[in-house]
């Protein structure tokens, strides 16, 4: 009997106290109002990363479509030409069985980037209209342009 009650005894020391729970709940309260504010104001900025991210992945894939075929897509044949084998002229004649891109992404606004070739600003030209959805725009909504990423065509 007496190892039982110190067993209930040594059970009841190992939790929180309700003072301690309540001291946490409040640091992480003030953590919370600290650093969220600082996150929330940043999906914007978030998305447009991860759009030149995809720009950047997207001409990579289009540069060894180059390699393989000695032309970047055309306009017509677009961004599914890195997925699946074009049949509109000039049809690759060294196109990868398993193409060069799983699937075309869409930017993180969910819209399909724009891709024209060949470009005004080079060989291609590859955007996203970001938040606003329209070619051009300011503030969060200026696009984000294949020719103005850091070594990008």
């Known amino acids: 009997m007496k190892n039982a009650q110190n067993l209930s005894y ?8 309700l003072i301690e729970i309540m001291v946490v709940i409040v640091i ?6 600290l650093i969220i504010p600082r ?10 990363t991860k759009a030149a991210l995809d720009i950047q992945a997207i001409g990579q894939a289009l540069d060894l479509y180059r390699l393989d075929n000695s032309s970047y897509p055309t306009t017509e044949q677009g961004l599914d030409a ?5 049949v509109a002229e000039p049809v690759p004649k060294q196109w990868r069985q398993n193409g060069y891109l799983a699937k075309v992404p869409k930017d993180p606004w969910d819209r399909p980037y724009v891709y024209m070739a060949p470009g005004v600003h080079g ?13 051009g725009g ?8 294949s020719w103005n990423l850091n070594g990008a065509k």
């Open 10 to 17: 040594r059970r009841g020391q190992a939790g929180f106290t």
């Open 28 to 33: 992480l309260g003030i953590l919370a109002t």
């Open 39 to 48: 996150i929330m104001d940043r999906p914007d900025e978030a998305r447009r």
């Open 82 to 86: 890195l997925v699946k084998k074009p």
């Open 123 to 135: 060989e291609y030209d590859l955007v996203s209209t970001g938040s606003d959805g329209e070619l």
């Open 138 to 145: 300011s503030g969060s909504g200026v696009d984000i342009e």
